[in-house]
């Protein structure tokens, strides 16, 4: 069955990093523009980031994110990560990662990963 499994959530201290990994299985991530999404606790889905498969105006960082978070893709291990320094407590939240696709990021995703949680507190 078509998955995308998500890994490296964890409890962090302000000002600490985590890197967050979004694996394929069962197509390659190579054909897909990749969204990584987050839900803090009593907040609506808000969208994070989202990486177009070969780079254009649809990449996008949230505002209170750049600078901080970064983007990678592995192509040979089929696996996509989310680089996170310098955490805020307001990152607290479930991070989704989703894949669509084409060249570019779109709606409607195609897979969605199940989430993984990420808390920053002292």
């Known amino acids: 069955q078509l998955q995308l499994v998500e890994s490296g959530g964890d409890l962090v201290q302000p000002g600490g990093s985590l890197r967050l990994s979004c694996a394929a299985n069962g197509f390659h991530l190579d054909d897909y523009s990749i969204g990584w999404f987050r839900q803090a606790p009593g907040k609506e889905l808000e969208g994070v980031s989202c990486f177009s498969r070969s780079g254009g105006i649809s990449d996008y960082y949230l505002d209170s994110v750049k600078g901080r978070f970064t983007f990678s893709r592995d192509n040979a291990n089929n696996t996509v990560y989310l680089q996170m320094n310098s955490l805020k407590p307001e990152d607290t939240a479930v991070y989704y990662c989703?894949?669509?696709?084409?060249?570019?990021?779109?709606?409607?995703?195609?897979?969605w990963g199940q989430g993984t949680q990420v808390t920053v507190s002292s």
């Open positions: 989703a894949a669509v696709r084409g060249p570019m990021c779109s709606v409607p995703y195609d897979y």
